[in-house]
Nanobody
């Protein structure tokens, strides 16, 4: 099982980035996918989530209207389009895959990708 995030980097305030999370080793289309982020000295927070079919999404209030989560089940990849970036968006961004079977929760995490918003 592997989740590999990419697309992070240094961007100026107001800029855009698109993060990708490529999955392998499990049935991607059966898993809900979530992006989290963790800034230095802060707790990890949920950024956006999408259901297994892509039929439903939710975004944190702090990113609503600026970030968009999407997925391509044919490519086993989930995306996070980030626009109008702010310095407070600086964090390590992680993707997580989660499913429930037989009353148990199964989840996998990626290693994270750094996003730095600075002039």
């Amino acid at each position: 099982v592997q989740l590999v995030e990419s697309g992070g980097g240094l961007v100026q305030p107001g800029g855009s980035l698109r993060l990708s999370c490529a999955a392998s080793g499990f049935t991607f289309s059966s898993y809900d996918m979530t992006w989290y982020r963790q800034a230095p000295g802060k707790e990890r927070e949920l950024v956006a989530t999408i259901t297994s079919t892509g039929g439903s999404t939710a975004h944190a209030d702090s990113v609503k209207g600026r970030f968009t989560i999407s997925r391509d089940n044919a490519k086993n990849t989930v995306y996070l389009q980030m626009n109008s970036l702010k310095p407070e968006d600086t964090a390590v961004y992680y993707c997580k895959a989660e499913t429930r079977r037989g009353g148990r929760v199964y989840d996998y995490w990626g290693q994270g990708t750094q996003v730095t918003v600075s002039s």
